[in-house]
């Protein structure tokens, strides 16, 4: 299956950040090890041009973002310290996700290892999040003519305010999310349906939530393009968030959209959005999980090979750099 990622884009983070920036190197070499893509299907994506941004977010807030002139509140806010390396890693993450919602298309479904940075609205970039890239993807396709109406369905643990305050207003965007009542962010942009799931909600109680959101989107809009944030930070393990799915239950969230999605004919763009396990292979044990279950809905190609079960392989060794010093 092709996929795109902007691994080898790193910034600079303060030692011991929760960010998993070596999620993304680690998942490229899982899901090659697992036979889910071969290496040279893996793709690398230049820069996404500004003016694709400019669609999305206010004029203002990019000159910020591009000159480094965040205000220290705002730079709190987004949890990440600029640098010139992460707008440009943004950017990139950014147009895996416009190359994935385009193969979508053709292909029925696809994925990028990256994007999914949900709390980035119109004029505030937050949460880790500085650039909205289902947004911008969505503004790309419409610009081109290719798709109009979207569903995004939004399985990250955290509410995607950023997506609601972006799409909310637009007529042909519809938009769920699933996620923790308790937990960030605490001031909640509506979605189109939210749906709130009580701190230690396990897999039977999630999947029957899941497929009643699903119900109620699917009777409510027909879309051209669906984006699923596959989060990992519902799993049981998380850091970050505050509900108890275990890993098998979290590859079924992943079937469930998919199936569903695919079998009302709607193509299917996936994106990584969070997930903070103490050991980063927990989380990319599920991302991988996620990318077998999209290759082998992928329409014709090599996306019928049977990857090995990512849930079952023995783990890697995890390839640790040496942290970077916070700069810039
Ligand atoms: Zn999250």
Request: charged share 25%.
């Given at each position: 299956m092709e996929l795109w990622t902007h691994d080898r884009w790193r910034f600079p983070l303060p030692a011991r950040?929760?960010?998993?920036?070596?999620?993304y190197p680690l998942l490229r070499a899982r899901v090659v090890a697992d036979g889910?893509?071969?290496?040279?299907?893996i793709h690398e994506t230049d820069p996404v041009p500004w003016p694709v941004l400019e669609r999305v977010h206010h004029a203002e807030l990019l000159r910020r973002i591009r000159l480094g002139e965040l205000s220290v509140r705002e730079e709190r806010g987004l949890g990440l310290p600029w640098s010139p390396e992460l707008v440009e890693r943004g950017r990139r993450a950014v147009a895996g996700t416009l190359a994935a919602a385009r193969h979508a298309l053709e292909r029925g479904a696809a994925m990028n290892l990256g994007g999914g940075t949900h709390h980035a609205g119109r004029a505030f970039a937050r949460g880790y999040c500085l650039f909205n890239d289902v947004v911008a993807a969505l503004g790309d396709l419409r610009a081109d003519g290719l798709a109009e109406r979207a569903l995004v369905v939004d399985c990250d643990v955290h509410q995607g305010d950023g997506t609601a305050d972006l799409l909310?207003?637009?007529?042909h965007a519809f938009t769920v999310s699933l996620h923790?009542?308790?937990?960030?962010?605490?001031q909640r942009i509506p979605s189109d349906l939210d749906i709130d799931l009580a701190s230690g909600t396990g897999d039977a109680d999630y999947l029957e939530a899941l497929d009643g959101a699903l119900d109620v989107a699917l009777r409510r809009c027909a879309p051209d393009i669906a984006f699923y944030l596959a989060g990992a930070d519902p799993w049981e393990g998380d850091r970050l968030g505050r509900l108890a799915l275990t890993k098998p239950g979290l590859l079924a969230r992943d079937e469930r959209v998919l199936d569903r999605l695919r079998a009302a004919g709607i193509p299917v763009c996936v994106v990584l959005a969070g997930g903070y396990a103490e050991d980063v292979r927990d989380t990319v044990d599920i991302n991988a999980a996620t990318a077998a279950a999209v290759a082998v809905r992928t329409?014709?190609?090599?996306?019928?090979?049977t990857p090995t079960s990512a849930l079952q392989r023995p783990r890697a060794p995890v390839i640790t750099t040496p942290p970077l010093e916070a700069s810039g």
């Amino acid at each position: 299956m092709e996929l795109w990622t902007h691994d080898r884009w790193r910034f600079p983070l303060p030692a011991r950040h929760r960010f998993p920036i070596d999620k993304y190197p680690l998942l490229r070499a899982r899901v090659v090890a697992d036979g889910t893509a071969r290496a040279d299907e893996i793709h690398e994506t230049d820069p996404v041009p500004w003016p694709v941004l400019e669609r999305v977010h206010h004029a203002e807030l990019l000159r910020r973002i591009r000159l480094g002139e965040l205000s220290v509140r705002e730079e709190r806010g987004l949890g990440l310290p600029w640098s010139p390396e992460l707008v440009e890693r943004g950017r990139r993450a950014v147009a895996g996700t416009l190359a994935a919602a385009r193969h979508a298309l053709e292909r029925g479904a696809a994925m990028n290892l990256g994007g999914g940075t949900h709390h980035a609205g119109r004029a505030f970039a937050r949460g880790y999040c500085l650039f909205n890239d289902v947004v911008a993807a969505l503004g790309d396709l419409r610009a081109d003519g290719l798709a109009e109406r979207a569903l995004v369905v939004d399985c990250d643990v955290h509410q995607g305010d950023g997506t609601a305050d972006l799409l909310g207003p637009d007529p042909h965007a519809f938009t769920v999310s699933l996620h923790g009542a308790r937990n960030y962010p605490f001031q909640r942009i509506p979605s189109d349906l939210d749906i709130d799931l009580a701190s230690g909600t396990g897999d039977a109680d999630y999947l029957e939530a899941l497929d009643g959101a699903l119900d109620v989107a699917l009777r409510r809009c027909a879309p051209d393009i669906a984006f699923y944030l596959a989060g990992a930070d519902p799993w049981e393990g998380d850091r970050l968030g505050r509900l108890a799915l275990t890993k098998p239950g979290l590859l079924a969230r992943d079937e469930r959209v998919l199936d569903r999605l695919r079998a009302a004919g709607i193509p299917v763009c996936v994106v990584l959005a969070g997930g903070y396990a103490e050991d980063v292979r927990d989380t990319v044990d599920i991302n991988a999980a996620t990318a077998a279950a999209v290759a082998v809905r992928t329409d014709g190609g090599e996306g019928n090979r049977t990857p090995t079960s990512a849930l079952q392989r023995p783990r890697a060794p995890v390839i640790t750099t040496p942290p970077l010093e916070a700069s810039g």
